[in-house]
């Protein structure tokens, strides 16, 4: 894990464009490959900090590429409290 930009929040060596964290949840389709899904599965969101201190979720990623590249993923009470330590509020 490294913080590049000294945000406090650790973010994965292996991280998408820069994406601060990855939070389980279930995803219709994964933003990367294009692909949908028949239902909802068990992917993640990408979630990120903007200017004004929301998070929130800016992509959908699926299983396979969760595995595929061995992205780390938290859940959303585990976000929840990373961002109450960091500042800022939730919206996802």
């Known amino acids: 894990m490294i913080d590049p ?10 991280s998408l464009r820069g994406y ?9 389709t994964c933003d990367i490959t294009g692909k949908k899904y028949e239902s909802s599965v068990q992917g993640a969101y990408a979630v990120a900090q903007g ?13 396979e590429y969760i595995a595929e590249r061995g ?6 009470d585990e976000a929840y409290a990373l961002i109450e330590k960091q500042g800022g509020w939730a919206e996802f």
């Open 51 to 63: 200017a004004t201190g929301r998070w929130c979720c800016v992509m959908y990623i699926g299983p």
């Open 71 to 76: 992205l780390t993923t938290i859940s959303r």
């Open 5 to 14: 930009v000294g945000l406090g929040i650790p973010r994965p060596a292996n």
């Open 20 to 28: 601060e964290m990855y939070v389980r949840e279930s995803v219709p």
